[in-house]
């Protein structure tokens, strides 16, 4: 079974940093890519983020030059270190993945780690 | 940027009915198109991709169609677990777009 758990959701101050973790299991981590996603609470879904099973960064304008997503395939770890974090940025991150053949097709997600910017 | 407009926002309706939702594209996007359930408080559920085919363990009353620049999520023959928050997502290879979503409420 498919398991994403998520950590590293906080408060933090506007032009802060802060770096979410995402821990995988129950599928070969490294074959996968595996995506970010983020939900202002009661508010719609934005992606955030793309890394590909060879390490390929894709990135939504709204955090280009600013965020950076990362994976350690010996830890089965996705990762996203946030900087000059603004209140826009407020929201419940989650990881997702989705099958080999189509990377955005999301069939697999995390319960979300909450991120609050804030002074 | 694509955009992606899903009509409407808030839809009421009874158990048993037969419900459509629909996603509109700024632009053609053939037919990758998939469709997402949310329940308060959890993370999304894939319920169609590729606008028409159902993912694993859906229950045959979600269907999708269309292509292009129109897509429709039917749901049947609403049941109690169906009333949920509903996304569209347009996709390509390396980044994707929601709509705004649908709350389907209890009439």
């Known amino acids: 079974e498919v398991q994403l758990l998520e950590f590293g959701g906080d408060l933090v101050q506007p032009g802060g940093s802060l770096r979410l973790s995402c821990a995988a299991s129950?599928?070969?981590?490294?074959?996968?890519?595996m995506t970010w996603v983020r939900q202002v609470p009661g508010k719609g879904l934005e992606w955030v983020s793309l890394?590909?099973?060879?390490?390929?960064?894709y990135y939504a304008n709204s955090v280009k030059g600013r965020f950076t997503i990362s994976r350690d395939d010996s830890k089965s770890t996705l990762y996203l270190q946030m900087n000059r974090l603004r209140a826009e940025d407020t929201g419940v991150y989650y990881c997702?993945?989705?099958?080999?053949?189509?990377?955005?097709?999301?069939?697999?997600w995390g319960q979300g780690t909450l991120v609050t910017v804030s002074s | 940027d694509i955009q992606m407009t899903q009509s409407p926002s808030t839809l009421s309706a009874s158990v048993g009915d037969r419900v459509t939702i629909t996603c509109r594209a700024s632009q053609s996007i053939s037919s990758w198109l998939a469709w997402y359930q949310q329940k308060p408080g959890k993370a999304p559920n894939l319920l169609i991709y590729?606008?028409?085919t159902l993912q694993s363990g859906v229950p045959s009353r979600f269907s999708g169609s269309g292509s292009g620049t129109e897509f429709t999520l039917t749901i049947s023959s609403l049941q109690p677990d169906d009333f949920a928050t509903y996304y569209c997502q347009q996709y390509e290879s390396n980044s994707c777009r929601f709509g705004q979503g649908t709350k389907l409420e209890i009439k």
């Open positions: 129950g599928f070969t981590f490294s074959s996968y890519a």
């Open positions: 590729k606008a028409s």
């Open positions: 997702a993945k989705g099958p080999s053949w189509q990377w955005l097709v999301l069939d697999s």
């Open positions: 890394i590909s099973a060879g390490s390929s960064t």
